[in-house]
């Protein structure tokens, strides 16, 4: 009945529910509200809206949305107090029939708990719940669906604030999204479906920094499942104005492509920060940037990824994109790993480390390098990157497996690159391959050729003036990769069945015929042998004065 709560039969039995808690293990962190106890819960079908129970409710209250409870909301609810609940029996939902957000929580130590909101797409500036300027708030349960332009569920200038367990259907902009002034801000085991989203850009969780001086710290996002039908990543933090988000996680998160999109994950200008564990379904959708997205950050650790389903002709999969001091390791990859610059101000790509990584190029993917390290700008720094033990599998006519390509020789350095322990088979043209000023690089033990490395093609161990090299059973010539290489260099090559070990394979202990029958300035010099080694490769080691 309007105007107060009557102590009905059906009113004191709901007395008896207590406020909402939520269990922390000793040790643990959760952001989220403290527990609201003993509180008698306002029974929203009694009063004439749910604004209405909301007043009265007050703070330290809670409503109550009795199963079969169905309202319509013409204008924005607001939840402004201290200590309130708002807890959803199933069976009870709440339609937003009006462009605007339709749950605007801006209190303290707030649960909305199970609800579920409907409203009709809109290209408003519009969401179903938005929570601006609150602390410690937890949204568990229920469903958002047709959303507005601003998505299911927003959040701005707040902290200590959990989304959990929720399910966000449709859409236009964002199904989760968070935006400027941000700390402690979770979203997790969330279900998120865009495939029904009124726009084609559509963003399902993202957490972005766009005012001046505004911020966004302790981050996490994990154990979402995500259906992606819009044209951008499943998941993206980024600084887009504002300053750049530190302290992120995301992790253990699974997306599945239901249209082309740019990919799965992206940190954009973010320091200090974890991507692992995620799970990118690619369904056989185009992508046009990549899987895994590094831009212009730092500090941040990509292991354990995976991307699988890329269609026969895709290239992409992780990028380190004007990026430094970063760690990719541990991923399991259908497309490159791109070290490079996109503009003038992502130039530089120093200090990174490109780690035990397994990356199939598909079948189509042409004259791409699967380990790609590009230093394309005036003065930009590349150097001091490390590529370790990594697994390539490349296909037919792919260029190269590992590429050092500096394309402004004159200001910018690929200086003091590692690559060491990589094994790459089933290569074109080269397993490396460098440019001429790609200087101080150290070749040690990089197996390549075929589906087995090192059983067909070369191996090579060294720093460019020197090292060794192996032609596979079967061979009768190889092309060396060495910068140190000149027009007028005296290369002196030398049968040394000892060397095995180093290139991780047996030599052969025949010693064939064998002559330098070519050098490419810069790049490389080639070999051949007067018949082809039986079983074992034939190993030898090189030196270069020039």
Same mark, same amino acid.
């Given at each position: 009945m309007p105007g107060?709560?009557?102590?009905?039969? !059906?009113?004191?039995?709901?007395?008896?529910?207590?406020?909402?808690?939520?269990?922390?293990?000793?040790?643990?962190?959760?952001?989220?509200?403290?527990?609201?106890?003993?509180?008698?819960?306002?029974? #929203?079908?009694?009063?004439p809206s749910l604004a209405a129970a909301v007043t009265a409710a007050g703070d330290n209250g809670t409503i109550l949305l009795p199963p079969g409870y169905n309202t319509t909301i013409a204008s924005t609810v607001k939840i402004s107090g201290t200590n309130v609940q708002l807890l959803c029996q199933n069976g009870s939902t709440i339609t937003k029939n009006f462009r605007g957000t339709g749950l605007l929580v801006t209190g303290r130590?707030?649960?909305?708990?199970?609800c579920s909101i409907t409203g009709a797409p809109s290209s408003s500036n519009s969401d179903d719940l938005q929570i601006?300027?609150?602390?410690?708030?937890?949204?568990?349960?229920?469903?958002? &669906?047709?959303?507005?332009?601003?998505? %299911?569920?927003t959040i701005y200038r707040s902290s200590r604030v959990r989304v959990t367990g929720v399910s966000v259907f449709g859409g236009a902009t964002f199904g989760i999204f968070a935006q400027d002034n941000l700390d402690e801000i979770e979203i997790d085991s969330n279900i998120v479906d865009t495939t029904s989203a009124t726009v084609s850009q559509t963003l399902a969780i993202g957490v972005h920094t766009f005012a001046k001086e505004a911020y966004a710290t302790? +981050?996490? +996002?994990?154990?979402?499942?995500?259906?992606?039908?819009?044209?951008?990543?499943?998941?993206?933090?980024?600084?887009? %104005?504002?300053?750049?988000? /530190?302290?992120?996680e995301v992790a253990n998160n699974?997306?599945?492509?239901?249209? !082309?999109? /740019?990919?799965?994950?992206?940190?954009?200008?973010?320091?200090?920060?974890?991507?692992?564990?995620?799970?990118?379904d690619q369904n056989n959708q185009t992508i046009t940037v990549e899987a895994f997205e590094l831009a212009a950050s730092n500090n941040i650790t990509a292991s354990a990824n995976i991307q699988y389903g890329a269609p026969s002709k895709n290239i992409y999969g992780m990028s380190v994109n004007g990026s430094s001091n970063n760690v990719v390791s541990g991923n399991q990859l259908q497309g490159r790993i791109y070290l490079g610059g996109s503009t003038s101000a992502m130039a530089n790509n120093y200090g990174n480390r490109i780690t035990e990584n397994q990356i199939?190029?598909?079948?189509? #993917?042409?004259?791409?390098?699967?380990?790609?390290?590009?230093?394309?700008f005036t003065s930009a720094n590349c150097n001091g990157n490390y590529i370790g033990g990594n697994?390539?599998?490349?296909?037919?006519?792919?260029?190269? %497996?590992?590429?050092?390509?500096?394309?402004?020789? #004159?200001? #910018?350095?690929?200086?003091?690159?590692?690559?060491?322990?990589?094994?790459?088979?089933?290569?074109?043209?080269?397993?490396?391959?460098?440019?001429?000023?790609?200087?101080?690089?150290?070749?040690?033990?990089?197996?390549?050729?075929?589906?087995?490395?090192?059983?067909?093609?070369?191996?090579?161990?060294?720093?460019?003036?020197?090292?060794?090299?192996?032609?596979?059973?079967?061979? !009768?010539? &190889?092309?060396?990769? /060495?910068?140190?290489?000149?027009?007028?260099?005296?290369?002196?090559?030398?049968?040394?069945?000892?060397v095995g070990s180093i290139l991780n394979l047996t030599c052969n202990s025949a010693i064939p015929i064998y002559q330098v029958v070519a050098i490419n300035p810069g790049k490389s010099f080639a070999v051949k042998i007067g018949s082809a080694p039986v079983k074992d490769p034939a190993c030898f080691t090189y030196s270069i004065v020039n």
């Open positions: 107060g709560v009557q102590m009905t039969a !059906t009113n004191i039995a709901l007395n008896s529910l207590i406020a909402l808690s939520i269990p922390i293990a000793q040790g643990q962190t959760v952001a989220g509200p403290r527990a609201v106890a003993g509180l008698a819960p306002v029974n #929203a079908s009694l009063y130590n707030i649960v909305v708990d199970n601006n300027g609150a602390s410690d708030v937890r949204v568990s349960g229920g469903s958002y &669906t047709n959303s507005g332009a601003q998505g %299911g569920i302790h +981050i996490k +996002i994990h154990d979402n499942k995500i259906i992606q039908g819009g044209d951008d990543f499943c998941i993206e933090v980024g600084a887009f %104005g504002g300053l750049r988000p /530190t302290g992120i699974m997306c599945k492509a239901a249209a !082309t999109s /740019t990919g799965m994950v992206s940190l954009a200008s973010v320091s200090n920060g974890v991507m692992t564990g995620n799970i990118f199939q190029m598909q079948s189509d #993917a042409k004259s791409q390098a699967a380990i790609w390290l590009q230093c394309n697994r390539i599998i490349a296909a037919s006519g792919v260029n190269s %497996g590992i590429y050092l390509e500096n394309d402004v020789c #004159a200001s #910018a350095t690929v200086d003091s690159t590692i690559v060491v322990g990589n094994h790459i088979g089933g290569y074109g043209a080269q397993a490396f391959s460098a440019s001429a000023c790609a200087t101080n690089t150290v070749l040690v033990g990089n197996g390549a050729g075929g589906a087995t490395p090192g059983t067909n093609g070369y191996t090579m161990f060294g720093t460019g003036a020197g090292g060794a090299f192996s032609v596979a059973a079967g061979a !009768t010539m &190889t092309t060396v990769s /060495t910068p140190a290489v000149t027009a007028s260099s005296i290369i002196t090559v030398t049968p040394n069945s000892a």
